[in-house]
């Protein structure tokens, strides 16, 4: 007999005729009603809260943002994943470095930023999902550099909350959940930003034209 | 279940050693409180959070209920996205699958994201005796591993060292395992943390074999969960060309909706955060499978028994097997906040250590047989449980069989135990209880007999009572018992 004819039979001896239970669903979908400006309002107060670096722009106001914040942190390469769109990044001022399969572990770690869009974010636990999808490249390329900038599009890539993120996801697609920088808070309880993944993430909340 | 800590003693021993200890307790009550008042400030922030508890609740015992048919519908799917799954039904069968996938690759150093499953096996013992290296790699796992130490708490296992020790161990241990400390390291967390940085990147760089745990498998879709703060399990989960995850049976969810639910209550009930900052999930190796550098290339699921399925079998205690490990039972105990985690003997401290041990390894040994009464009873760790743990009537049941004996499944096999050495004391307690109560006239002349010989109280009561008195404080007696005070009040109670 195989350890999972065994294991299997276990579960049976030990769970049958034991009561079927159903699962009440009557939880909240959305914590609270919200304007889309709202929404938006409350994504950026809570990624702060945890420390990430909120800023708002347009189409017109995104390229100069980019390139300001790249150039204050002294960036020399700066990773770009396939689909990020070309012209946002038209005046960064720094080596970009496309995300090619073929590119080593060590070759991330000697980039100094990342800059990705998103699948969408979260309002209500300040969070931003990536699932590889365009614009976004693979998983380790917001993982090794120290800092990470992500595009939000405001309002369509906003939803408020976990259970209407999970709704629009692919569980199949590689699904990265980020919520502020790196932290830890394992000596004392102290938080400390910045362990394994980037130390310093700025999202941009990026509005579509006329809505601001 | 192995992982007893060889020697170990049982739990009054243990506990009454670590409240002696005057910088553990003021570790200890500076990191429960803090958390458990942050803790309450997060979930007070959801109208709904009974009913999530009671939607966790639920999820988890259809499961559980279920289990056969959500592992096979999890095998399947898992398997059509390219993982392959492995069936352990003890720690010894699970130890040699997991080195004989390593010894496969040609590797001999492994990284490890924190995972209580593959310490419960004890894995990296097992490791290191095929020649390979296990790299531990949460800040706090590390902390533990350097200091040649044993994890204390499920969320931050290294909560009983201050930062004045962590520098030390770091100054002495980084250079026999690899990239040493900074000269002139500090005690500042800011540093401690960098100096793990660049200590663990050496080893993530170059790895080529990750091991890893899993908060939750989805049933439907063969997808594996990691809820993590630091990066070291992203790391872990990405770079690595293979990767094994150990997995508990009951870590199963039947769909990905399900996971709605926990991705609200584990991270505001475990570090009271609204979400914590980095959540992996990956199927199988992905729609690419691997192809392009976009994760392993090998991905193996060892689904791990080891006293799951006999725990199951208990109507009672099953309920242990909701746990999502998130810790708050701990942050409000009294009794491990005064005892620390290693009092608990255990990879499980805490309240839930105190229902989990037992029932994995059975009450055979003096630490597992004391683990159930380490515990006031007073309710607090049920209140806070996000899946609504009956922690204490658990805690009561286990204690009926550790005094009393009874029918419980060991290894598939229903056996009757018999009553626990060292138990007689509880026993005769439980035989005059019973009289007693059953002849309420009895009771009522034996409490005004305490309350009128009340200056004579002893410190310790003779006979069979002796026992229970070596491990506790015998209470004050009142001027009057309530019974008295309630038929002078209120007349006659029958």
């Given at each position: 007999?195989?350890?999972?004819?065994?294991?299997?039979?276990?579960?049976?001896?030990?769970?049958?005729?034991?009561?079927?239970?159903?699962?009440?669903?009557?939880?909240?979908?959305?914590?609270?009603?919200?304007?889309?400006?709202?929404?938006?309002?409350?994504?950026?107060?809570?990624?702060?809260?945890?420390?990430?670096?909120?800023?708002?722009?347009?189409?017109?106001?995104?390229?100069?943002?980019?390139?300001?914040?790249?150039?204050?942190?002294?960036?020399?390469?700066?990773?770009?994943?396939?689909?990020?769109?070309?012209?946002?990044?038209?005046?960064?001022?720094?080596?970009?470095?496309?995300?090619?399969?073929?590119?080593?572990?060590?070759?991330?770690?000697?980039?100094?930023?990342?800059?990705?869009?998103?699948?969408?974010?979260?309002?209500?636990?300040?969070?931003?999902?990536?699932?590889?999808?365009?614009?976004?490249?693979?998983?380790?390329?917001?993982?090794?550099?120290?800092?990470?900038?992500?595009?939000?599009?405001?309002?369509?890539?906003?939803?408020?909350?976990?259970?209407?993120?999970?709704?629009?996801?692919?569980?199949?697609?590689?699904?990265?959940?980020?919520?502020?920088?790196?932290?830890t808070?394992d000596i004392e309880?102290d938080?400390v930003?910045?362990v394994h993944?980037?130390?310093?993430?700025?999202?941009?909340?990026?509005?579509?034209?006329?809505?601001? | 279940?192995?992982?007893?800590?060889?020697?170990?003693?049982?739990?009054?021993?243990?506990?009454?050693?670590?409240?002696?200890?005057?910088?553990?307790?003021?570790?200890?009550?500076?990191?429960?409180?803090?958390?458990?008042?942050?803790?309450?400030?997060?979930?007070?922030?959801?109208?709904?959070?009974?009913?999530?508890?009671?939607?966790?609740?639920?999820?988890?015992?259809?499961?559980?209920?279920?289990?056969?048919?959500?592992?096979?519908?999890?095998?399947?799917?898992?398997?059509?996205?390219?993982?392959?799954?492995?069936?352990?039904?003890?720690?010894?069968?699970?130890?040699?699958?997991?080195?004989?996938?390593?010894?496969?690759?040609?590797?001999?150093?492994?990284?490890?994201?924190?995972?209580?499953?593959?310490?419960?096996?004890?894995?990296?013992?097992?490791?290191?005796?095929?020649?390979?290296?296990?790299y531990e790699t949460d800040l706090a796992e590390l902390i533990v591993q350097l200091g040649h130490d044993?994890?204390?708490?499920?969320?931050?296992p290294a909560?009983?060292r201050n930062r004045a020790e962590i520098r030390d161990i770091f100054r002495t241990e980084m250079g026999r395992w690899g990239r040493p400390a900074p000269e002139a390291l500090g005690d500042d967390p800011r540093e401690l943390a960098e100096a793990a940085r660049l200590h663990l990147r050496e080893k993530?760089?170059?790895?080529?074999?990750?091991?890893?745990?899993?908060?939750?498998?989805?049933?439907?879709?063969?997808?594996?969960?990691?809820?993590?703060?630091e990066?070291?399990?992203?790391?872990?989960?990405?770079?690595?060309?293979?990767?094994?995850?150990?997995?508990?049976?009951?870590?199963?969810?039947?769909?990905?909706?399900?996971?709605?639910?926990?991705?609200?209550?584990?991270?505001?009930?475990?570090?009271?955060?609204?979400?914590?900052?980095?959540?992996?999930?990956?199927?199988?190796?992905?729609?690419?499978?691997?192809?392009?550098?976009?994760?392993?290339?090998?991905?193996?699921?060892?689904?791990?028994?080891?006293?799951?399925?006999?725990?199951?079998?208990?109507?009672?205690?099953?309920?242990?097997?909701?746990?999502?490990?998130?810790?708050?039972?701990?942050?409000?105990?009294?009794?491990?906040?005064?005892?620390?985690?290693?009092?608990?003997?255990?990879?499980?401290?805490?309240?839930?250590?105190?229902?989990?041990?037992?029932?994995?390894?059975?009450?055979?040994?003096?630490?597992?047989?004391?683990?159930?009464?380490?515990?006031?009873?007073?309710?607090?760790?049920?209140?806070?449980?996000?899946?609504?743990?009956?922690?204490?009537?658990?805690?009561?049941?286990?204690?009926?069989?550790?005094?009393?004996?009874?029918?419980?499944?060991?290894?598939?096999?229903?056996?009757?135990?018999?009553?626990?050495?060292?138990?007689?004391?509880?026993?005769?307690?439980?035989?005059?209880?019973?009289?007693?109560?059953?002849?309420?006239?009895?009771?009522?002349?034996?409490?005004?007999?305490?309350?009128?010989?009340?200056?004579?109280?002893?410190?310790?009561?003779?006979?069979?009572?002796?026992?229970?008195?070596?491990?506790?404080?015998?209470?004050?007696?009142?001027?009057?018992?309530?019974?008295?005070?309630?038929?002078?009040?209120?007349?006659?109670?029958?």
């Open positions: 007999m195989t350890s999972r004819d065994r294991i299997l039979a276990r579960i049976r001896r030990a769970a049958a005729g034991g009561p079927e239970v159903d699962i009440p669903r009557d939880y909240l979908r959305v914590h609270g009603a919200r304007t889309p400006a709202q929404t938006a309002d409350l994504l950026a107060a809570n990624l702060a809260e945890y420390r990430a670096r909120v800023h708002r722009a347009d189409e017109g106001g995104l390229v100069p943002l980019l390139a300001r914040l790249l150039a204050a942190r002294g960036s020399r390469q700066v990773l770009v994943p396939a689909g990020l769109p070309v012209r946002w990044t038209a005046d960064v001022d720094a080596t970009l470095v496309p995300d090619r399969q073929t590119s080593t572990i060590r070759e991330l770690d000697g980039v100094d930023s990342v800059v990705t869009g998103c699948a969408l974010a979260v309002a209500e636990t300040g969070t931003i999902v990536l699932d590889a999808g365009p614009g976004q490249g693979r998983r380790r390329i917001t993982l090794i550099p120290d800092h990470h900038v992500c595009v939000v599009r405001v309002p369509d890539q906003v939803v408020d909350s976990v259970p209407q993120a999970l709704e629009r996801l692919d569980p199949t697609r590689p699904l990265t959940w980020i919520s502020g920088p790196s932290a808070s309880l938080r930003e910045g993944g980037p130390r310093a993430l700025d999202v941009i909340l990026l509005t579509a034209p006329g809505a601001q | 279940m192995t992982g007893t800590h060889l020697g170990m003693p049982a739990f009054p021993e243990a506990a009454r050693e670590a409240v002696r200890d005057g910088v553990l307790r003021a570790n200890l009550r500076h990191a429960t409180h803090t958390i458990r008042d942050k803790r309450a400030r997060a979930v007070a922030e959801l109208a709904d959070w009974d009913r999530l508890r009671a939607a966790g609740k639920a999820v988890k015992d259809h499961t559980l209920r279920h289990l056969d048919r959500y592992l096979l519908q999890l095998e399947a799917a898992v398997t059509a996205a390219g993982g392959t799954v492995h069936w352990a039904a003890d720690a010894d069968e699970a130890n040699r699958i997991v080195t004989g996938l390593v010894l496969a690759t040609g590797e001999r150093e492994v990284v490890k994201v924190k995972s209580m499953a593959t310490q419960e096996i004890g894995l990296n013992e097992a490791l290191e005796a095929a020649g390979i290296a296990a044993r994890p204390s708490h499920i969320l931050v909560i009983h993530f760089l170059r790895a080529k074999v990750a091991v890893s745990g899993a908060n939750f498998m989805v049933a439907e879709t063969g997808t594996m969960v990691v809820l993590e703060s990066g070291n399990g992203r790391m872990c989960l990405t770079l690595p060309e293979t990767l094994i995850s150990v997995v508990g049976v009951e870590k199963v969810v039947p769909t990905f909706r399900d996971l709605e639910i926990f991705l609200q209550t584990l991270p505001r009930s475990s570090t009271a955060e609204r979400m914590n900052p980095y959540t992996t999930m990956w199927t199988g190796l992905g729609p690419s499978r691997g192809a392009d550098g976009d994760g392993p290339t090998a991905f193996h699921l060892v689904l791990l028994d080891n006293g799951r399925t006999d725990t199951l079998a208990d109507e009672v205690g099953r309920q242990a097997l909701r746990c999502i490990r998130c810790s708050a039972c701990l942050n409000v105990c009294p009794v491990y906040e005064r005892a620390g985690g290693h009092a608990y003997g255990s990879v499980y401290p805490g309240p839930i250590g105190a229902i989990l041990s037992p029932q994995l390894r059975g009450t055979s040994s003096e630490i597992d047989a004391s683990l159930p009464y380490a515990s006031t009873l007073c309710g607090a760790c049920y209140e806070v449980c996000p899946v609504a743990i009956d922690i204490p009537e658990v805690l009561l049941h286990l204690r009926e069989r550790v005094a009393q004996g009874g029918p419980v499944t060991r290894d598939g096999i229903r056996v009757t135990l018999r009553p626990a050495h060292g138990h007689t004391a509880e026993r005769a307690a439980m035989r005059a209880a019973r009289l007693l109560l059953d002849h309420p006239g009895a009771l009522r002349a034996g409490m005004r007999l305490l309350a009128r010989a009340r200056r004579l109280r002893p410190r310790r009561l003779p006979g069979p009572g002796r026992a229970w008195t070596d491990t506790r404080e015998l209470p004050a007696v009142p001027a009057e018992s309530f019974r008295d005070w309630w038929t002078r009040e209120r007349g006659n109670p029958q």
